[in-house]
């Protein structure tokens, strides 16, 4: 009998073991398999073009609509990337990306509206996410362990790892699925946004499936679906990106409803960069191109960057021009704009002969100079910025040498350019000099000072100041500032009058450390100057003629 309770003991004991060693092989297993499709390395180019890829139905499509639709993968499909360390975390826990919320004490709101980035006011929901689970959650999805105390814009709750944020706008895009293809346990999906504009592209993802959901290995945007290809190119225009890619889409388009324009994107590091329509209005005019035939890509205003001619059909069949140019903004990044009034001109005046060369003899003539003298590449300019929305210009003798600069004069602000080796060269771009009222920059003739007086005022002060600039290696440095700051806090009254006001004076010099009564002195000297406003006074054409008349 004992033997028997022996040998029954020790088989149960057989059994129970190859059970349990089962467990936790089959544990073991899904463990090694979700560790390696976390660091596995995935092309997407090299499974589609695989013999062994198999399209998903369409039911496997709506699958994964109703999964990048949910709030725990909806944020990948909103950021770009192809290398888990260049996610845009911010965008993609935005709405809390489904990440199991904390409970809210009177403690918590306390602590995040004595927070500066609360304004010390509540007027959304506010939700409380853990640091462990959102750690939890990054590395779950994309294998990395990343620590976003520095690059998360919540308010941190170190004592709770707590992170807060209000849910005011839901960054939420919707999107479908439209087409995909798996391998094994990874999914090449191409999704598109349900709103129909440039700025929304189709995406490329790239899923893999595990045990606990999907890891997330690309999400990048295709950039060049339901465009032209004909007319789809690499430019040089490494002001706008060193990888510019040009990328034209006609009216018919996908990306558009009937009846748009014709729309030509500038992609660079595949985000885009700059898109113009091809559209033009001037008065009761315009040109509405919606077939586009041709592109150049080559400098028009003498400025040493390169320019777009765009030439093709309107809505009514008629073959015409819309020129672009690519011009620095007062953030001295690049756009481009339209030149409105030589896009007329040329249409109505090249109607019988259209085409790019012809164009580009009409604005560079028949031969490229290699270097223009400084009246000719103002002129050259000056006929393809235009006074489309009433600029008006001037020449002005600011620097101490013999060549004028350029001004170029817009509502509420003003360019300011110089010649430099055959191009024209910008100095500042959008000086605003509506401030406080509308006194415009004054200069020096040939002493190369610039000056702008700026005044401000509240309940309890006013300010009053002058800004002293100069043209250094051509670009405006701003060299002093008088100010004068009144403080009336002191009358009884609380009237702002300036007479009751207590004044202090507070000369600065911004490029080296000098005495106070230094640099006053050096004000007094710049003010024994004359001064007269810098502004336009001519129409572009004007004072095209003006250059050739008179210089």
């Known amino acids: 009998m004992k033997k028997l309770i022996v040998v029954l003991l020790v088989g149960l004991l057989a059994i129970g073991g190859a059970y349990y060693g089962k467990e936790a092989y089959e544990k073991y297993s899904k463990e090694a398999l979700y560790q390696e499709a976390l660091k596995r390395t995935v092309d997407a180019d090299e499974i589609e073009a695989s013999k062994d890829?198999?399209?998903?139905?369409?039911?496997?499509?709506?699958?994964?609509?109703?999964?990048?639709?949910?709030?725990?993968?909806?944020?990948?499909?909103?950021?770009?990337?192809?290398?888990?360390?260049?996610?845009?975390?911010?965008?993609?826990?935005?709405?809390?990306?489904?990440?199991?919320?904390?409970?809210?004490?009177?403690?918590?709101?306390?602590?995040?509206?004595?927070?500066?980035?609360?304004y010390n006011s509540l007027d959304y929901e506010l939700i409380a996410i853990s640091g462990a689970s959102i750690k939890d959650y990054i590395y779950k999805h994309t294998g990395t362990s990343i620590d976003l105390k520095d690059d998360l814009l919540w308010v941190y709750n170190k004592d709770k790892d707590?992170?807060?944020?209000?849910?005011?706008?839901?960054?939420?895009?919707?999107?479908?699925?439209?087409?995909?293809?798996?391998?094994?346990?990874?999914?090449?999906?191409?999704?598109?946004?349900?709103?129909?504009?440039?700025?929304?592209?189709?995406?490329?993802?790239?899923?893999?499936?595990?045990?606990?959901?999907y890891v997330v290995k690309l999400s990048v945007n295709m950039w060049e679906v339901g465009n032209d290809k004909k007319l789809t190119f690499d430019v040089d225009i490494p002001q706008l990106s060193a990888d510019a890619r040009l990328v034209t889409y006609q009216s018919d388009d996908a990306h558009f409803d009937d009846g748009n324009s014709a729309r030509i994107a500038i992609i660079g590091d595949n985000q885009l960069v700059d898109f113009v329509n091809l559209y033009a209005s001037e008065d009761d005019d315009i040109i509405d191109i919606r077939k586009i035939t041709h592109i150049e890509v080559c400098d028009l205003n003498c400025d040493g960057v390169n320019d777009l001619i765009a030439i093709g059909y309107d809505n009514h069949s008629i073959l015409k021009t819309i020129i672009f140019t690519t011009e620095k903004k007062y953030d001295?990044?690049?756009?481009?704009?339209?030149?409105s009034d030589l896009s007329f001109s040329l249409s109505n005046e090249l109607a019988d002969n259209l085409t790019i060369d012809t164009v580009k003899e009409a604005i560079i003539g028949t031969e490229r100079k290699a270097n223009h003298n400084w009246q000719e590449a103002y002129k050259q300019f000056l006929k393809v910025e235009g006074s489309d929305y009433g600029e008006t210009y001037a020449l002005a003798y600011i620097d101490g040498d013999d060549i004028?600069?350029?001004?170029?004069?817009?509502?509420?602000?003003?360019?300011?350019?110089?010649?430099?080796?055959?191009?024209?060269?910008?100095?500042?771009?959008?000086?605003?000099?509506?401030?406080?009222?509308?006194?415009?920059?004054?200069?020096s003739p040939k002493n190369n000072w610039i000056k702008l007086h700026d005044e401000e005022s509240g309940s309890d002060y006013y300010t009053n100041q002058?800004?002293?600039?100069?043209?250094?290696?051509?670009?405006?440095?701003?060299?002093?500032?008088?100010?004068?700051?009144?403080d009336n806090t002191a009358d009884e009254d609380n009237e702002a009058e300036e007479n009751s006001l207590i004044a202090t004076v507070k000369p600065t010099d911004y490029t080296k450390n000098i005495p106070d009564e230094e640099v006053m002195s050096l004000i007094e000297d710049i003010e024994e100057n004359e001064f007269v406003d810098l502004v336009g006074k001519y129409t572009a054409n004007e004072l095209i003629q003006l250059i050739s008349n008179k210089y």
């Not at 439209?178 to 129909?196: H, I, N, Q």
């Not at 300011?416 to 055959?422: A, M, P, Q, S």
């Not at 002293?468 to 100010?483: D, G, P, Q, T, V």
């Open 53 to 118: 890829a198999v399209d998903l139905s369409w039911d496997e499509c709506k699958e994964f609509t109703e999964l990048l639709d949910s709030d725990e993968y909806n944020g990948f499909y909103r950021v770009t990337f192809d290398k888990p360390k260049d996610i845009d975390w911010n965008e993609v826990l935005a709405d809390g990306a489904g990440i199991p919320r904390e409970k809210i004490t009177k403690k918590d709101k306390k602590f995040y509206l004595d927070d500066d980035r609360s």
């Open 162 to 213: 707590f992170y807060y944020k209000e849910l005011d706008y839901l960054q939420y895009k919707p999107c479908t699925c439209v087409s995909g293809v798996k391998l094994k346990d990874t999914y090449v999906l191409e999704v598109a946004s349900d709103k129909r504009d440039i700025t929304e592209p189709n995406k490329k993802m790239v899923l893999v499936k595990t045990e606990n959901g």
């Open 332 to 339: 001295d990044t690049y756009g481009l704009f339209t030149s």
């Open 404 to 443: 004028p600069e350029l001004i170029k004069n817009a509502t509420g602000s003003i360019n300011i350019y110089t010649f430099k080796d055959g191009l024209v060269t910008p100095i500042a771009i959008e000086l605003d000099y509506y401030v406080t009222g509308e006194e415009p920059y004054q200069y």
């Open 466 to 486: 002058t800004l002293y600039y100069s043209i250094k290696k051509n670009k405006l440095e701003r060299i002093y500032c008088l100010s004068y700051d009144y």
